[in-house]
RNA sequence: GGAGAAGUAGCGAAGUGGUCAUAACGCGCCGCACUCGAAAUGCGGUUGCCCGAAAGGGCACGUGGGUUCGAAUCCCACCUUCUCCGCCA
């Protein structure tokens, strides 16, 4: 959520920011109801000015034995109008509000102008696209033929974009998990978090998800529960409505979470193989700066995301979005690419964003400055760190032998218990 | 799921219709004094939001309604926590 006061006084900017990101809103409606709000609230206050003073006199009346009725009457009146005013706040306040929900962050300065994925840039590339003497296979042909991922009988049990990780497949899944969260608790310094995978709607909205992007989530029948889409939703909301001391800043966790989403809009896209499930487990991590240092924390955390790559020694590169590809609440975005044989591309392993204060904002998550200073919103920055199918997908790729089986990288190892190759049956 | 109790500042807690919500009192925290230094002691300071250029005004006692000239206080609904019972991994 924007500052309501910020878009009034720099409503040029705030609109060619929105124009930008080729958004379609109508920042005049805002002024409007702005304007309406502020005329209800000084006519509301006036008279619970006059109600307070007054209501001192009734009751030093009261005391004294003296008759009141003649003021009583004129508050019964007063208070009949209050109640007209507050009833008209109220409606504009909630529109205004619902309003200000759908306006998406404004970019900043860094941030490239563009339309499409194609005006995105490419900041650095690590490792090379791996070559084969022999013809690659895709994930999902590697992993049926290994007898360790099974979409099949995920679709007989489930239905389309789910899947059954076996024998060795699921065990991999889970040494990623393992290692990743070792990779940032004991080396990147981070907080591990075991979050709830369901969350209620004010957690939905306080991130962002909601309310403009419903049909993205999976809904809980007969409760008011979303599952959550990622972990950044229930990790960034534990601090939410709460004002933080600065001790307490940079606040950084990691977190574990199975991820649900509907795919909504993509049907036809990536039907194949583990890059678009409704369910996948991604470790996420998620920062809590003040405002001067987000932006560097935003380099930190994307390499803290790029070393999990290292170390598994997989190609990639690093793209800053650009304005047209943002999404709807960052201000600045970085996506990693792994390089995926199959698709002979990149693809997002993971997104890194700062979200200034638009998160802070909506969630109510404040800091007190040290110096007594005025309370104020932190910064909210969040990526995957990475997402786990997805590197599965990677690993299996890209370390494919011709024989059909799969190396496990060597520091992943340990973690499926000196197992370094996933053979044939 | 059933029965009961409770939700007020960072924590504990007082206040049961107007004169105590910049919220008593205690703890904590910050500053100052005393001290060679510390402890102890004393003094002072410690919520946030909204409207307003300012002066100033308004709001908030879990949340939302209601009653009333006036609500932390009375009524209703919901949320959360605790205790007991039931069920369950």
Same mark, same amino acid.
């Given at each position: 959520?924007?500052d309501p006061?910020y878009?009034?006084?720099n ?14 809103i109508?920042?005049d ?19 619970k000015?006059?109600r307070?003073?007054?209501s ?10 003296q008759?009141?009725d ?17 009833e008209?706040?109220r ?6 509000n619902?309003f200000?929900l ?6 900043h300065?860094s941030?490239?102008?563009g339309?499409?994925?194609?005006d995105?840039v490419?900041v ?8 084969f ?11 049926e033929?290994?007898g360790?991922?099974?979409?099949a009988t ?5 239905g389309?974009?789910f ?6 497949g699921?065990r ?10 070792d990779l ?6 981070y907080?591990?978090v075991f979050?709830?995978?369901m969350?209620?709607r004010?957690?939905m909205?306080?991130?962002?998800q909601?309310?403009k ?8 029948q007969?409760t ?5 889409p990622?972990a ?7 601090y939410r ?7 307490q800043l940079?606040?950084?966790h990691?977190?574990y979470?199975a /991820? ?17 499930q409704h ?17 560097d ?8 995301a ?6 598994l ?8 979005m650009?304005?047209?590809?943002l999404?709807?609440t ?6 990693i ?14 997104? /890194?964003s ?15 400055p040290?110096?007594?200073?005025k309370?104020?919103y932190?910064h909210t920055?969040n ?10 997908a990677?690993i299996l790729e890209?370390?494919?032998?011709e ?9 992943l190892?340990?973690y499926?218990?000196g197992i ?6």
């Amino acid at each position: 959520m924007l500052d309501p006061k910020y878009i009034r006084e720099n409503i040029d900017e705030v609109k060619e920011a929105l124009q930008k990101r080729k958004e379609d809103i109508d920042l005049d409606k805002f002024l409007e109801l702005d304007q309406k709000r502020r005329e209800y609230i000084a006519q509301s206050e006036k008279l619970k000015n006059r109600r307070n003073t007054v209501s001192q006199e009734i009751a030093k009346l009261k005391r004294q034995k003296q008759d009141a009725d003649h003021l009583i009457k004129e508050m019964q009146e007063v208070s009949k109008t209050i109640k007209e005013y507050d009833e008209k706040l109220r409606e504009v306040q909630s529109e205004l509000n619902d309003f200000l929900l759908t306006i998406p962050n404004i970019p900043h300065s860094s941030v490239p102008v563009g339309e499409t994925e194609d005006d995105n840039v490419v900041v650095r590339k690590w490792g090379e696209p791996t070559k084969f003497d022999f013809e690659p296979k895709a994930h999902w042909d590697i992993g049926e033929e290994l007898g360790i991922l099974d979409f099949a009988t995920a679709a007989k049990v489930t239905g389309a974009r789910f899947t059954f990780y076996k024998g060795l497949g699921a065990r991999l899944e889970r040494a990623l998990v393992n290692f990743m969260l070792d990779l940032h608790t004991t080396e990147h310094g981070y907080e591990e978090v075991f979050p709830p995978f369901m969350v209620h709607r004010r957690s939905m909205i306080g991130t962002g998800q909601l309310p403009k992007f419903e049909e993205d989530a999976f809904k809980v029948q007969g409760t008011e529960y979303f599952l959550i889409p990622t972990a950044e939703v229930p990790v960034t909301n534990m601090y939410r409505e709460q004002i933080l001391d600065e001790s307490q800043l940079p606040i950084k966790h990691v977190a574990y979470s199975a /991820c649900f989403r509907a795919e909504a809009g993509s049907a036809g896209r990536d039907t194949r193989g583990l890059i678009r499930q409704h369910q996948f487990n991604k470790v996420e991590l998620v920062k809590f700066t003040k405002p001067e240092d987000s932006y560097d924390e935003l380099e930190k955390l994307t390499n803290d995301a790029e070393r999990v790559l290292q170390l598994l020694g997989l190609p990639y590169r690093v793209s800053l979005m650009c304005t047209g590809d943002l999404g709807f609440t960052a201000a600045k975005k970085y996506d990693i690419e792994v390089w995926m044989p199959s698709y002979g591309r990149y693809v997002e392993i993971s997104s /890194c964003s700062n979200f200034e204060d638009f998160q802070a904002r909506r969630a109510e998550i404040r800091y007190r400055p040290a110096d007594k200073g005025k309370v104020t919103y932190v910064h909210t920055l969040n990526g995957s760190g990475i997402a786990i199918g997805r590197t599965v997908a990677a690993i299996l790729e890209n370390y494919q032998q011709e024989d059909g089986s799969v190396v496990i990288p060597e520091k992943l190892v340990p973690y499926m218990g000196g197992i370094n190759k996933i053979n044939k049956l």
